[in-house]
C-alpha cells in the first residue's frame, strides 16, 4: 500500500511538472500572452457560459495592437500561435501554404472511421483525397444536383405556405428549425440518396444525430482534453470521439446504400454515386505519379459524413441568420425580393442554375450574414517546420506548434470593416470586394486548404432563400429575441432556443 502510494504521488507529481512546463511555453518565449487556467488554458467558459467566438472576440481586441503580429494562446493544453494581423494570416493560408498545409485535428481511422474525412486528415493522405474530391465539387456537378434542390425547396416552400395564412397579419414561424429541416432534407437526399421528409416528419434520425454531432461528446470533459489537446497520442490510445449511436447510425445508412447501389446498379447523380465511382475505381495514378490506395467503406462514409454535416448546419444557420437580419431591416429586405423577382419574371417565374447565379445582391447579403455570424469561428493550422516571420526576424513559430486564425474577430474588427456590428450587404458589392485583401474574410477558408464544399452550401442556401423571398415578407415581432443568445455547448455558432419571425404571404 505504501508503494502504491508513493507511485501515485510519483506519478501526479510528474503529471503536474509536465502540465507547468507546457504552460509556461510563451512565457519562456517571451511571447504576450494570457496566464491559462490549469484545466482550459485560455479556453474559460467555453462550453459553459461562453461560446468560443467570444473567447476569440476579447482576445483578439485586446492584443490586436500588439507590435508582434502573434500572441501565445492555449487552446485547452495545447500551445497555440493566436495570429492577429491578417498579413501574416495571408502567409500562414497562401503564400507559404507548404509549411501550413496541416491541421493537427483529432482523426482516429481505425477505432473511429467517421473521423477520417477531408477537413481532418493531413499530409498526403490529404492531398491526395482532395485531388480526387475535387472533381466532385466543380460548377459541372453543381449543375447535375441542382435539379434535386430545386425539387426539395418547392416542398419547402409549400409546408411554409401551410403555415401562414393568407390573411392579414400573418402567422409567426420558428425559421430556425424549419431552415434546418430543409438543410437535412436536401443533404440527405444530395449525399445520402434517402428522402429524410424532415419537413414533413420535425423528429427524424437524421436530425437527431445531425444535432448530437455538435453538442453531445461521447467522453467527459477530461478525456475530451486529453484528445483536444494531444491528438496523437490519443490515437496511439485508440481513443474516440465519434458517440456511439452517431457512429453506428451513419455507418449503416452507409452501408445499406452502397450495397444496394452496387448490387443494383442504380445511380441518382448525387454525391454519393461520385464517391461510388471513385471507391469503384480502386487504387488510382494521380497526376504527380503518386498511387493512391481504394477507397474503403469507412473513408467513404467520413466524407458523407461530414458533406452531412457541413452542408446541413452552415447552411440553414446562414439562412435562418440572414432571415433574422432581413427581418429589422426592411429596405435591405424590399431591394433583395425586387432583385429575386426581376430575375424571375426573365425566366418565366422558374428558378434556374444560371438565374439563381444572377442574384448578386442575394449573395452580398448571404456573404455580409456570414461576416456578422460567422458559424464556424477559426481556422486551425500546423507548422510542419520553424517558420521566421516574415519581418520579424526574432520570431518564430516552431515546428509542430498550432495555429489558430481568429475569423470570426477578424469580421468585427472595425479597421477592417467600419461600424462592424451594422448589417450592410454593400460591403460586399464588386468594388469593395476587389478593394479587400482575401483574407478579411474567411467564413469558407482560404489558400489550397478552403472548403471544397462552399459552392454547394452556397448554391442551397440562395434558392431556399430565392423560394422564399418571393413568397413572403419577414418581419419582428414580439417573440423575436434582440439580441440573441448563442449556445455554448456548440462547436459553431448556434442560437440559444428558436428563432421567432412574423411571415406574411406576398
Sequence with gaps: MLIL???????????????????????????????????????????????????FYDYYNKYRNSSSPFVGFYFLH???????????????????????????????????????????????????????????????????????????SEEFATVMEEQVPSSQGGAIVEIKEMMARFTTDVIGTCAFGIECNTLRTPVSDFRTM???????????QLLTLLIFSFPKLARKLRMRI?????HEFFMGIVNDTVAVREKENFKRNDFMDMLIEIKKKGSVTLENGEVMKAMDIGELAAQVFVFYLAGFETSSSTMSYSFYELAQNQDIQDRLRSEVQTVLAKNDGKLTYECVKEMRFLDQVISETLRLYTIVPHLERKALNDYVVPGHSELVIEKDTQIIIPACAYHRDENLYPDPLRFDPDRFSAEQVAARDSVEWLPFGDGPRNCIGMRFGQMQARIGMAQLLNRFKFSVCDKTEIPLKYEPKSFTLGSIGGIYLRLERI
Design 210 to 220: 445531425g444535432q448530437k454531432s455538435f453538442t453531445q461528446l461521447r467522453h467527459g
Design 78 to 152: 495545447k500551445p497555440t500561435a493566436f495570429i492577429v494581423d491578417t498579413k501574416l494570416a495571408k502567409n500562414i493560408l497562401i503564400k507559404d501554404f507548404s509549411n501550413f498545409s496541416d491541421r493537427g485535428q483529432f482523426h482516429n481511422e481505425r477505432d473511429d472511421p467517421l473521423t477520417q474525412h477531408l477537413f481532418n486528415l493531413d499530409g498526403k493522405r490529404w492531398k491526395q483525397l482532395r485531388q480526387r474530391l475535387s472533381p466532385t465539387f466543380t460548377s459541372g456537378k453543381m449543375k447535375i444536383m441542382f435539379p434535386t434542390v430545386i425539387k426539395v
Design 242 to 246: 465519434m458517440p456511439q449511436d452517431v
Design 5 to 55: 502510494i508513493y507511485l501515485v504521488i510519483a506519478v501526479g507529481s510528474l503529471v503536474a511538472y509536465l502540465l507547468y512546463n507546457n504552460f509556461q511555453y510563451w512565457k519562456r518565449r517571451g511571447v504576450p500572452h494570457d496566464a491559462p487556467h490549469p484545466f482550459y488554458g485560455n479556453l474559460v467558459g467555453f462550453r459553459k457560459y461562453r461560446v468560443m467566438h467570444e473567447i
